[in-house]
């Protein structure tokens, strides 16, 4: 593998730098944004949509910083034509949204919400209309809250339920949308939300966060084999959130805390989806907080169906060294609780979230997937993006962090493609400043500036660059 890092500046005009990194993409190289629905379609009690985990959530107090929730957010269910002009202004390729499944199951179960299926009908329609392609995520964390009260993700039943879901979604709009992604980030939804309880449904609890993410990839297996059944010629795929994780030092303690955390962060998810196997490490790592007796018989078949595409994404590596387990007792330890910290060195750079800024990681992190599963699919980065202070001046945002950040990470993609990883994609998050889960309103991603207030939308500087990149790719 290449080791050489990725660097880039934007100190020229940035129309020139986007024209240069354009010219590194390969042909047919699809560029888009991405959103997430309970982040910006507030209407939480419109049109019948049910209850979700995150509604919950966050209206218990101490669980989103601020005690803000996602009622409103950037009420783009009022307002999707406005946003779909803005991603037509853009010129983007692609939009990733998600749907809400407590839109379409107000209680995870039973018939079809009319009025939720036609509001993503009506999305689906605006985009093609604008000449937009949609690649459809069906769960983006927004549980119905009902499902959780009978044990959610924890529960076996619960990815039968998810089936049911996809395929009322795919009667739905199956006719216009030809690409799905069934999960977004299962890592998220069950060891932050069940492990660490950083996110809904808030439970701490290491076998639990285990099961769910067996659960989780077991909901994916079936969705995808009965969407397929209904609609071979469609596209089917699962996004995971991966870190290409190394040892700080040459030391073993910390090669093997780096290898701990290796299995939790990529490899309870990607050995089951990309290669049918489950990380024998992880039995070791928690024996005393799991039987495993999730894993049945035909499961990992089930977990290892085939796949058009894989989507990833990724915001920051793990740089690894050995520590103290916070928990003595084996059998008390939260999921995460490995012996190893991930650490933010003194020279890194950092987003407002406390990432690092790692354009390279990704490109080692797609070199190992590359090198690690024979038989990856085409790729897709469905998430890449940047939390910065956003600050408007005189009716602007000079976002030029973001700028550099995404242009970095092109750069860092278009380097992976030249080595053999066949990327065919990339979609920037996020079109709009949304709510951040557990951190709230208070960190941008955006290419587009919301004021919360008026909610209005004011383009940011990145906007712009990433306008200009689209363009130097047409004829």
Known sequence: MNDTAVTTTVDRPFESVARETARLLPPGFELGVAMASYQIEGAVADDGRGTSIW?????????????????????????????????????????RLSVAWPRIQPDGRGPVNGAGADFYSRLVDE??????????????WDLPQALEDAGGWRKRDTAHRF?????????????????????????????????TGRHAPGVRDAGAALAAAHHLLLGHGLAVRAMRERDAEASYGITLNLEPVSALRDRPEDQEAARRSLTLSNLVFTDPVLAGTYPQDARRIWSAVSDFSFLQDGDLDTTAAELDFLGVNYYFPARVRAVPHREPDPA???????????????DDEVTEMGWPVDPDGLRRLLGWLHETYPALPPVYITENGRACLDV?????????????????HL????????????????????????????????????????DYDKLARLPKDSFSWYQALLAARRP
């Not at 945002?397 to 970095?408: K, L, M, Q, T, W």
Request: negative net charge; contains cysteine; glycine residues 8%.
């Open 163 to 195: 089936v049911d879901y996809a395929l009322a979604v795919q009667d739905r709009i199956g006719d216009r949308v030809r690409r799905w992604i069934t999960l977004n980030e299962p890592y998220c939804s069950s060891v932050l939300g069940y492990g």
């Open 392 to 408: 408007v001046e005189d009716g602007a945002v000079h976002d030029e962090a973001r700028i550099r950040y995404v242009d970095s």
């Open 411 to 450: 750069r860092a993609v278009a380097q992976a493609v030249e080595s053999g990883v066949d990327v065919r994609g990339y979609f920037q998050w996020t079109l709009l400043d949304n709510f951040e889960w557990a951190e709230g309103y208070a960190r941008r991603f955006g290419l587009v500036h919301v």
């Open 127 to 140: 985009l093609l209309d604008a000449g937009i392609t949609p690649l459809v995520t069906l769960y983006h």
């Open 55 to 95: 509604d919950t959530f966050s209206h218990t107090p101490g669980k989103v910083a601020r005690d803000e929730t996602g009622d409103v957010a950037c009420d783009h269910y009022h307002r999707y034509r406005e946003d779909v002009a803005l991603m037509a202004e853009l010129g983007v390729d692609a939009y």
């Open 332 to 346: 008390l330890r939260l999921v995460d609780d490995l012996g190893a910290a991930a650490l933010v060195l003194p």
